[in-house]
């Protein structure tokens, strides 16, 4: 799995650790004891900053850009020129296909016609 799919399963976990915590703050408000059936508050916010933790650990493992922002944009440049040449070699092949298959069409009802010719 690659680190941007890891960074946004950890933000997921974040994301539903903190709900589960607000959710029992908001259902435990009143200073009464918690009920064993649920987490103890301790449990949740040690569940947090360990996501947390696992998420700062991966944004450092993030590798970091050479040559800083002028570099990263001639990495795009360059990245756009070649989307550019691949999306017109796509094209060309689209239009042989479409062209391919108007033929294919055209030879079809010819067959077509010829067999209703021989009834």
Same mark, same amino acid.
Request: hydrophobic share 45%; charged share 20%; proline share 5%.
């Given at each position: 799995m690659d680190i941007i799919s890891q960074l946004q399963e950890q933000v997921n976990s974040i994301a539903a650790i903190t709900f589960n915590v607000f959710g029992t703050l908001q259902r435990d408000a009143p200073p009464v004891q918690l009920s064993p059936n649920y987490p103890e508050p301790k449990q949740l916010s040690a569940a947090l900053v360990k996501a947390a933790k696992q998420f700062d650990a991966l944004v450092a493992a993030l590798p970091l850009?050479? *040559? *800083? #922002? #002028? !570099?990263? +944009? /001639? @990495? @795009? !440049? $360059? %990245?756009?020129?070649?989307?550019?040449? @691949? *999306? $017109?070699? %796509?094209? /060309? $092949? +689209?239009e042989a296909a479409e /062209?391919? +298959?108007k033929q294919v069409q055209e030879l079809f009802g010819q067959a077509a016609d010829n067999c209703l010719n021989l009834k």
């Amino acid at each position: 799995m690659d680190i941007i799919s890891q960074l946004q399963e950890q933000v997921n976990s974040i994301a539903a650790i903190t709900f589960n915590v607000f959710g029992t703050l908001q259902r435990d408000a009143p200073p009464v004891q918690l009920s064993p059936n649920y987490p103890e508050p301790k449990q949740l916010s040690a569940a947090l900053v360990k996501a947390a933790k696992q998420f700062d650990a991966l944004v450092a493992a993030l590798p970091l850009s050479d *040559g *800083g #922002e #002028e !570099a990263q +944009l /001639k @990495i @795009i !440049a $360059q %990245l756009q020129m070649e989307n550019h040449v @691949i *999306g $017109q070699e %796509l094209h /060309k $092949q +689209l239009e042989a296909a479409e /062209k391919e +298959l108007k033929q294919v069409q055209e030879l079809f009802g010819q067959a077509a016609d010829n067999c209703l010719n021989l009834k």
